[in-house]
């Protein structure tokens, strides 16, 4: 059974800092890309970085500079550290699993972060 489970969300400042995080088993975790996709009410999912399983990373131009995702192989967790956090950050965080060669897909349940004085 493959499992993605988000923690690290939760109420901050504008201007503070929270790290989510997703554990995942199930699944040969360093062939993966791992993805973080956020989905605000009333919008669409989007991505908002990712790690390829070789490391290579990508940011939305919206958190360029303040989120860094980040994976460790030896744990099949993958983070995103999150500073400088503004209102519009508020959004509920998913996790993603991808494997291109196979199109298989796995998504977590997701983790509420909320940013408000």
């Known amino acids: 059974q493959v499992r993605l489970v988000e923690s690290g969300g939760g109420l901050e400042q504008p201007g503070g800092s929270l790290r989510l995080s997703c554990v995942v088993s199930?699944?040969?975790?360093?062939?993966?890309?791992m993805r973080w996709y956020r989905q605000a009410p009333g919008t669409q999912r989007e991505l908002v970085a990712d790690?390829?399983?070789?490391?290579?990373?990508n940011y939305a131009d919206s958190v360029k500079g303040r989120f860094t995702i980040s994976r460790d192989n030896a744990k099949n967790t993958v983070l995103l550290q999150m500073n400088s956090l503004k209102p519009e950050d508020t959004a509920v965080y998913f996790c993603?699993?991808?494997?291109?060669?196979?199109?298989?897909?796995?998504w977590g349940q997701g983790t509420q972060v909320t940013v408000s004085s």
């Open positions: 199930g699944i040969i975790f360093r062939i993966y890309d």
């Open positions: 790690i390829t399983s070789g490391g290579s990373t």
């Open positions: 993603n699993g991808f494997h291109f060669r196979t199109n298989r897909n796995y």
